[in-house]
């Protein structure tokens, strides 16, 4: 299944593969947009609306009954595309706000807050997705949703969802005229302890991000 064919008119439109398919596609473009950087005040507000859409996709991969592959071992759908130019532009255009604290699984306890990126989630998240996308183009179907359910579950889904948190915080500081702590040189090859936590570094004010980023702070 070529790029042409992809939303062909015989293909029906309330199939549910169809509509996961549409639904992946629809992100695959739009974050690819919003890294090319041509429109940098709209790129946080803008990866809300489409990490919050992904995982819509992704919900109704969870609930639905396990999707079993046609053949026993996954077929070679060819190279991965490279990501790092895309992770790069997103990390430039995300700089003030690219690294945040994510807890990596709820229900374990007292696991302390790791830092991640943004922009390596959503490079990461766009990389599972494109291998599913390689299967449903080459006609695939079956694959392509076993693999976007399974990946769902082992990686996209919960690294989605901790970007959509970090996304709708940023958003959430600056409507709510909050400041944010800045965090100070903190990088994700770093651990992430209570002394860490006590950020002395000075505050980055919500005015100060939000204009390079597309958000407007309450009055």
């Known amino acids: 299944m070529s790029d042409a064919t992809l939303h062909a008119t015989h293909q029906n439109p309330d199939d549910f593969a169809v509509q996961i398919a549409d639904q992946i596609e629809s992100f695959l473009v739009a974050v690819t947009e919003v890294a090319k950087g041509d429109e940098p005040e709209s790129a946080v507000p803008f990866l809300l609306l489409e990490v919050s859409q992904l995982l819509l996709a992704g919900g109704r991969l969870g609930a639905h009954e396990d999707i079993v592959p046609d053949e026993r071992y996954e077929p070679d759908s060819g190279p991965e595309p490279d990501v790092d130019g895309l992770r790069e532009n997103l990390a430039r255009l995300l700089e003030p706000v690219d690294v945040y604290s994510e807890v990596f699984d709820p229900y374990e306890p007292r696991k302390a807050p790791v830092p991640a990126r943004i922009s390596d989630d959503l490079a990461d998240v766009i990389t599972d997705l494109r291998h599913g996308m390689a299967h449903y183009r080459a006609g695939r179907t079956t694959e392509a949703l076993w693999w976007w359910q399974f990946s769902y579950f082992s990686n996209w889904g919960s690294t989605a969802s ?58």
Do not use: C, W, Y
């Open 162 to 219: 901790a970007t959509l948190r970090a996304l709708q915080s940023v958003v959430a500081h600056v409507r709510l005229n909050q400041p944010l702590e800045e965090l100070d040189g903190l990088d994700t090859d770093q651990g992430m302890g209570d002394d860490t936590l006590e950020f002395e570094a000075g505050k980055v004010m919500a005015q100060e991000i939000a204009r390079p980023l597309g958000l407007r702070p309450a009055q």
